[in-house]
C-alpha cells in the first residue's frame, strides 16, 4: 500500500545537530572543498535504506517505506512482495524510535499503490490495453529493457502502472498500480499530515477510494480487431476513440456537449462489443487486494 514518503524539516538547525551527532549517525558523507578546506552542504546519511540529507536551508528523510522494511527484515531492497498495515505501522513506528521530531514532521510527498499477480505479461497489457487517464495519453518508459511503464501526470499527481516483475527479475507476472502525489494539499485533503495518520485505518481506506476513483478514470479496452468486432462502423469508431489524439486534438476544440456526446457513445461500444473485461478484472483484484492488506 503505502510505498515512497518524505518528511521535510523546517527547523534545518535542530534537525542537522540530530544528524551531525555521532550518537545517531556514524557516518556521514558531506561536500569538501580541497582549495578551501570548507565542509559544503548538503550532508547526507542513511538510516536503514531511508535518504537523509541536510540542506543549506532545510532538511529531509525519504524512501520507500516498504523497502525499508524489507532491508530491515533481510537487508534487501525491494518492493514486489505486500506490504501490510501490521508492516506499515511497524516500520513507522521504527522511525519514530530512530528519527527526531518524525511524530510531528509533516509529510510533504506519498505514494500509495498495490502489486497485482495477473494471469498475463504485464508489459503487454500495459502496452496494448491501458490506454488513456481522463481522454489523455500517457508517457512510455521500457526502465532499459526492464519493464513497460505507463505514466499519466496531472498537476497534483501522477499515475503509474509498470511491470513490476520484470523490474526485479520475477518469474511472476506482477503488475503495479500506484498513485504518486506530487502537491501535499491532494493528501491532506484525505486527511493524512504526518506519518501517524498513516497508521489510521480509515485514512488508509481513504487513500485507496481515492485511488480507485482514478483507476475507475483510466480507459483500459480489450484487443479487438475487425474480425471479433463485427460491424465495420463500430470498428472504425472505436479505432478512433482509443486514439488520444483524437481527444486532445481532433475535438479539443469541439463544443463540450459534441465531446461529451462522443464519450458516451464510446461507452456503450465498450459494452455492446464486452470490452471491459480486462478493466473489470483489474478493479476486482485491487479490491481484493486492498481487503487483504488492510486485515493483516
Same mark, same amino acid.
Given at each position: 500500500?503505502?510505498? $515512497?514518503?518524505? &518528511?521535510?524539516?523546517?527547523?534545518?538547525?535542530? $534537525?542537522?545537530? =540530530?544528524?551531525? *551527532? +555521532?550518537?545517531?549517525?556514524? /557516518?556521514?558523507?558531506?561536500? @569538501?572543498?580541497?582549495?578551501?578546506?570548507?565542509?559544503?552542504?548538503?550532508?547526507?546519511?542513511?538510516?536503514?535504506?531511508? /535518504?537523509?540529507?541536510?540542506?543549506?536551508?532545510?532538511?529531509?528523510?525519504?524512501?520507500?517505506?516498504?523497502?525499508?522494511?524489507?532491508?530491515?527484515?533481510? +537487508?534487501?531492497?525491494?518492493?514486489?512482495? *505486500?506490504?501490510?498495515?501490521?508492516?506499515?505501522?511497524? %516500520?513507522?513506528? =521504527?522511525? @519514530?524510535?530512530?528519527?527526531?521530531?518524525?511524530?510531528?514532521?509533516?509529510?510533504?510527498?506519498?505514494?500509495?499503490?498495490?502489486?497485482?499477480?495477473?494471469?498475463?505479461?504485464?508489459?503487454?497489457?500495459?502496452?496494448?490495453?491501458?490506454?488513456?487517464?481522463?481522454?489523455?495519453?500517457?508517457?512510455?518508459?521500457?526502465?532499459?529493457?526492464?519493464?513497460?511503464?505507463? #505514466?499519466?501526470?496531472?498537476?497534483?499527481?501522477?499515475?503509474?502502472?509498470?511491470?513490476?516483475?520484470?523490474? $526485479?527479475?520475477? /518469474? %511472476?507476472?506482477?503488475?503495479?498500480?500506484?498513485?504518486?502525489?506530487?502537491?501535499?494539499?491532494? $493528501?491532506?485533503?484525505?486527511?493524512?499530515?504526518?506519518?501517524? !495518520?498513516?497508521?489510521?485505518?480509515?485514512?488508509?481506506?481513504?487513500?485507496?477510494?481515492?485511488?480507485?476513483?482514478?483507476? !475507475?478514470?483510466?480507459?483500459?479496452?480489450? *484487443?479487438?480487431?475487425?474480425?471479433?468486432?463485427?460491424?465495420?462502423?463500430?470498428?472504425?469508431?472505436?479505432?478512433?476513440?482509443?486514439?488520444?489524439?483524437?481527444? %486532445?486534438?481532433?475535438? +479539443?476544440?469541439?463544443?463540450?456537449?459534441?465531446?461529451?456526446? #462522443?464519450?458516451? #457513445?464510446?461507452?456503450?461500444?465498450?459494452?455492446?462489443?464486452?470490452?471491459?473485461? %480486462?478493466?473489470?478484472?483489474?478493479?476486482?483484484?485491487?479490491?481484493?487486494? @486492498?481487503?487483504? &492488506?488492510?486485515?493483516?
Amino acid at each position: 500500500m503505502v510505498d $515512497f514518503v518524505k &518528511l521535510n524539516y523546517g527547523d534545518k538547525e535542530r $534537525f542537522e545537530n =540530530f544528524v551531525m *551527532d +555521532k550518537k545517531n549517525f556514524e /557516518d556521514v558523507d558531506t561536500v @569538501f572543498s580541497y582549495h578551501t578546506g570548507e565542509v559544503k552542504y548538503p550532508y547526507k546519511t542513511k538510516l536503514g535504506s531511508m /535518504d537523509v540529507v541536510v540542506l543549506k536551508n532545510s532538511g529531509h528523510v525519504k524512501n520507500s517505506l516498504h523497502k525499508l522494511y524489507n532491508y530491515l527484515e533481510s +537487508k534487501e531492497e525491494h518492493n514486489h512482495n *505486500d506490504f501490510s498495515y501490521s508492516k506499515i505501522c511497524e %516500520t513507522v513506528g =521504527f522511525l @519514530f524510535r530512530k528519527m527526531i521530531d518524525a511524530k510531528t514532521t509533516k509529510l510533504t510527498q506519498l505514494e500509495f499503490g498495490f502489486n497485482l499477480e495477473i494471469d498475463r505479461t504485464p508489459e503487454t497489457l500495459i502496452r496494448r490495453n491501458v490506454l488513456m487517464h481522463q481522454y489523455k495519453g500517457g508517457t512510455n518508459n521500457t526502465y532499459h529493457g526492464r519493464g513497460e511503464l505507463r #505514466q499519466f501526470g496531472h498537476s497534483n499527481y501522477f499515475i503509474k502502472v509498470y511491470d513490476k516483475g520484470k523490474q $526485479f527479475g520475477l /518469474d %511472476t507476472n506482477i503488475l503495479r498500480f500506484e498513485m504518486k502525489f506530487i502537491k501535499a494539499k491532494e $493528501f491532506q485533503n484525505l486527511g493524512i499530515y504526518k506519518l501517524e !495518520d498513516l497508521e489510521d485505518k480509515s485514512n488508509l481506506r481513504r487513500l485507496f477510494i481515492y485511488l480507485l476513483n482514478r483507476f !475507475d478514470e483510466l480507459i483500459i479496452v480489450d *484487443d479487438y480487431d475487425d474480425v471479433s468486432i463485427g460491424s465495420i462502423k463500430d470498428y472504425n469508431a472505436l479505432s478512433r476513440f482509443t486514439n488520444p489524439n483524437y481527444w %486532445t486534438e481532433e475535438i +479539443k476544440h469541439k463544443h463540450q456537449q459534441f465531446r461529451s456526446r #462522443q464519450k458516451k #457513445q464510446f461507452e456503450l461500444l465498450l459494452k455492446k462489443n464486452d470490452l471491459l473485461k %480486462t478493466k473489470a478484472y483489474l478493479r476486482t483484484l485491487l479490491v481484493q487486494k @486492498f481487503i487483504q &492488506l488492510i486485515n493483516n
